[in-house]
């Protein structure tokens, strides 16, 4: 107990002597931890909304489509389900708008919103007792209908008599997956509206969702559901299906991330264990001083872990706080959950077990140091390094062979610095190729396969004529019918995407990365994805079968291929069989440099009479637009990590000094020199590292980027290293900052008059 | 039956290796220090002086021999067992103070007391009383690096009375002082002392070693001279006015 008084007085006094290290270590942990945190919560709910949906609407687990109302106090009854929604009945319906019919499921609630299975209402409000033609429409399936609250349409029942419908209000739910992966989109009216618009039950069904007291138990429950209701079931969906159809590509964010996590981690620990490894190396005397008052061994290296392990501890801490406002912030708009407790625990305890383990080394050492205090540190062996030589042959300026020298007379810590500056380099080399790989996507998207910006479609108007007011319009360069079919691969157990587009002798722009572009009926081009899935490689010809017709192409060359994860295969439309082909189902659109797509689409739209529908083609940058937030925050936590390297070498140096400067002095060297003796001493290996990381970087980021690309299957060749201009400045921006941190405490000392005394 | 003596050592060797060649700096020290006593230690650079005291505080261990403290085997304990006798029993004066850098006077003093148990309240105390005692009271929270070298010294004497010791070592303790802060140094010394501390005080310095009851001479790291001095040498009693009751 008094140790633990007499322990706590020393280390509240050591932290109050050093303030801005201590900072800048719970800094950097707590800028490790958020960056953690907030790429687990992002990969959890940025990419997957389902969990926050689901959450929030108090969802259904298990929904089970019957002809007829099923017993509901049966299926309360069965083991593990906590809740029972609806039954409610739902009717399919085709909603008709600007001549565009779209199947719609209506399904009849309520006023007063359910308990469980709640729909979320976004925009407008629940409907209301007397809303005879009012409807709320699920988010995602408005948004591609244009649909919002107060937009009216009629839906036609399947008896063909038209009910016209107002939209009052927009809702996101997790009962099914978004529009248009999941189709039909979903609208609730109230069930009396529901009545009149399908009063036939036999063309109606009964839907009953399930929700449990623990979704993992969904498949007994589902087991036990079909056991009681067997052949009155129709169709059964559990969340799993829905969570799956929700989530997005996110593979890309979450190598990025893991990536920058994990060797944050490590510069992080490296930066932690340099610090507290400083800190011990300058306090010998006063844990000498501490052992000759009747501290054992292990109670140094308690309080050394105490306190350099608390700093860390209370930048966990603090980094836990600022993940959940920082993965609340970028995600404005989508329901925000906290993370769930087993990766928020992996990354709590994890960090935890890092910082002590850094720290452990150090104060171990602590605990070793002799309790003689007299004894002066271990002596320097000055030895001149093959740099200083070098420096000597030279006949560079003495200041900068001795600033040289003394860079490397500590030959293991002159490693830890220039390694704990090449390290956060090195990441932020990567984080930058990442933004140009970024950039390049949204300035090049013909680089990416995506050199249409717009698809033009049109039930309503011959392909001619979509084709001829394309053509017309003026910022247009090019038009490309297009056909889209599904096609069996050989052994016939899944479909690939066969997309026919241009024409043999007039092909598409595709971006080929290998081989060569198609110039011939029967030859394709394939994206990464279908020749990793068919095991196939450029040359091969492929057998597959389009609707019944056997299809056999060569593949010629390999394509960038940003869609369908690249499962895509790309041939002329003279290359399909003509009942495939004719007509086509699309244009592609190519613009003009520095047309813009949105004034093209409007002036499309308003040349065809609304007849056309106008898609603009989603770059994949667009998608990922996450990624820079990130990268910016983690070039931030890497900058500290190394500052934080910076100032322990920087310290450590003067300290090792601190006798020297006055014998320099002595010898005639003048301050200016004497700084510069301090300046070269620090920044030395940190311009090695800085350049060290910065060329070990900018391959690496093309590299990982291009890894990626492959095992993504939108294919190598998309890697963009920061260009040279960034990357000069980068460093030059590294190595200034590295020099400033080394200049100041350089100048005080050298001017500071030093008393000679023993250390 | 009588008080054991506090220092009792027994042919006791100390063999340095310097890159595998032993170096003797002690060569069987027999030396017992009754308590009360003031004993100083003597002998020109590398006579084994500090060496000596080193061991006896067990911050160097033994090469070989006994050393018994208090009348207990001392020699065979483990480092941390030194330790934790170090608390109790053991208080230190070096010849370059070191004094915590980044704690106050205060703190510094307290140090030792709480480590020995005290607590807060009594660490205070003893630390008012005792920084009273030594003219520092005014200095109590200002940092060891705004004092002079003398006032530094008087801090580590304070320090090392904090747990009220059985034994003061003292490592040239004026080693680094001018000749008035040597004179008030000593003079604190020889005012615990008179309050019954045993002191074994190291120094090179005739005049220091004038103080003791007791100079024992060391050379190459044998006693060569070991001679009480006479009581009649020694100051008096001292002048009215500066006695200061320092064992509580």
Known sequence: ?759 | MSEPPVVRTVNLVKIYQNGGVPVPAVRGVDLVVEPGQFVAITGPSGSGKSTLVHMLGGLDPRTSGEIWLDGKRADTMSESAWALLRRRKIGFVFQFFNLVANMTVADNVELPALLAGASARDARERREHLLGALGLTGRADASPAQLAGGEQQRVALARALSNKPSLLLADEPTGNLDSRNTRDVLRLLGEVHRDGQTIVLVTHDARVASMADRVVTLLDGEIVDDGALGTARRRPRGTAGDVVELRG
């Open chain 1, 1 to 759: 107990m008094s140790t633990l008084r007499a322990s706590a007085r020393w280390v509240r006094a050591d932290l109050r002597a050093r303030r801005g290290q201590a900072l800048l270590t719970v800094l950097a942990v707590a800028g490790i931890v958020t960056a953690l945190i907030t790429a687990a919560t992002l990969l959890e709910d940025g990419t997957n909304p389902w969990r926050g949906l689901f959450t929030e609407s108090r969802g259904a687990h298990v929904w089970i489509h019957t002809r007829d109302a099923p017993q509901v106090a049966a299926l309360a009854r069965l083991r593990g389900v906590a809740r029972v929604a609806g039954p409610y009945r739902a009717a399919p319906v085709m909603l008709t708008r600007d001549g565009r019919r779209t199947p719609v499921t209506l399904r009849g609630m309520e006023a007063r919103p359910p308990d469980v299975a709640v729909p979320l209402v976004r925009a407008g409000r629940w409907l209301r007792q007397g809303d005879g033609d009012g409807v709320v429409i699920e988010r995602s399936f408005a948004e591609a209908l244009g649909l919002r609250v107060g937009s009216s349409f009629t839906v036609t029942a399947l008896n063909g008599a038209l009910h016209p419908l107002t939209v009052v209000g927009l809702a996101d739910t997790a009962d099914q997956g978004f529009y248009p992966e999941t189709t039909p989109g979903l609208a609730w009216t109230l069930t009396s509206t529901l009545v009149r618009i399908e009063p036939a039950p036999g063309r109606s069904e009964m839907v009953t969702g399930l929700r449990l007291t623990d979704g993992e138990d969904t498949l007994p429950v589902v087991h036990s559901a079909v056991t009681l209701l067997g052949g009155q079931i129709q169709r059964m969906s559990t969340w799993r299906e829905v969570r799956a159809s929700m989530e997005l590509d996110n593979r890309l964010l979450g190598l990025l991330l893991a990536l920058f996590g994990g060797v944050g981690m490590v510069a992080a620990a490296l930066a932690i264990a340099n610090a507290a490894g400083g800190r011990v190396l300058g306090q010998v005397r006063d844990l000498a001083t501490l052992k000759s008052l009747g501290y054992t061994r292990g109670q140094i290296f308690c309080l050394l872990m105490a306190e350099h392990g608390a700093l860390g501890m209370i930048g966990i801490a603090a980094g836990v706080v600022c993940g959940q406002l920082a993965s609340s912030f970028a995600l404005r708009g989508v329901p925000i959950l906290p993370l769930s407790p087993v990766p928020l625990m992996a990354i709590t305890a994890g960090t935890a077990v890092v910082v002590l383990v850094a720290v452990a080394l150090p104060a171990w050492r602590g605990g070793r140091t002799a309790p003689i205090p007299a004894a002066p540190a271990a002596p320097l062996r000055g030895h001149l390094s093959h740099l200083a030589r070098l420096a000597l042959l030279v006949r560079l300026p003495a200041a900068l062979v001795l600033g040289t020298r003394d860079a490397f007379t500590r030959r293991v810590p002159a490693f830890l610095s220039i390694f704990g500056v090449a390290l956060p380099m090195m990441m932020i080399v990567v984080g930058l190729g990442c933004w140009a790989t970024l950039d390049d996507f949204l300035r090049h998207p013909e680089r990416v396969g995506q050199a249409a910006a717009l698809t033009v479609r049109s039930d309503r108007l011959p392909a001619e004529d979509v084709a001829r007011v394309s053509r017309a319009d003026p910022g247009v360069a090019a038009v490309y019918p297009g056909s889209e079919v599904s096609a069996l691969e050989p052994e016939q157990t899944r479909s690939v995407l066969v997309r026919a587009i241009g024409t043999s002798t007039d092909p598409y722009p595709f971006s080929v990365a290998e081989g060569r572009m198609f110039a011939a009926r029967g030859e394709a081009v394939a994206g990464q994805g279908l020749l990793d899935l068919m095991g196939v490689r450029i040359g091969d010809r492929v057998r597959m079968t389009v609707g019944g017709t056997p299809l056999i192409v060569h593949i010629v060359g390999r394509v960038i291929e940003p869609e369908q994860d690249g499962e895509v295969l790309s041939l002329g439309l003279d290359s399909l069989a003509a009942k495939d082909a004719v007509p086509p189902q699309f244009h592609s659109l190519v613009l003009k440099d520095g047309a813009d797509p949105a004034t093209v689409r409007a002036r499309l739209l308003a040349a065809s009479g609304e007849a056309l529908e106008v898609r603009r083609v989603v770059n994949p940058a667009d998608r990922l637009s996450v990624i820079r937030g990130i990268i910016v925050a983690l070039i931030a936590v890497l900058s500290l990590l190394g500052l934080a390297n910076l100032l322990t070498a920087s310290a450590l140096g003067l300290r090792d000094h601190a006798l020297d400067l006055a014998v320099l002095k002595a010898l005639g060297l003048t301050p200016r020199q004497v700084t510069l003796i301090l300046v070269t001493g620090t920044g030395l290996p940190a311009a090695l590292g800085v350049l060290g990381g910065a060329l070990a970087g900018a391959p690496l980021a093309a590299g990982l980027i291009e890894l990626q690309g492959r095992t993504s299957g939108i294919g190598a060749g998309i890697g963009r290293a920061p260009s040279a201009l960034t990357l000069t400045l980068a460093v030059l921006a590294a190595i200034g900052a590295a020099l400033l941190v080394a200049l100041i405490p350089a100048r005080n000392a050298a001017r500071a008059r030093v008393p000679v005394t023993a250390r």
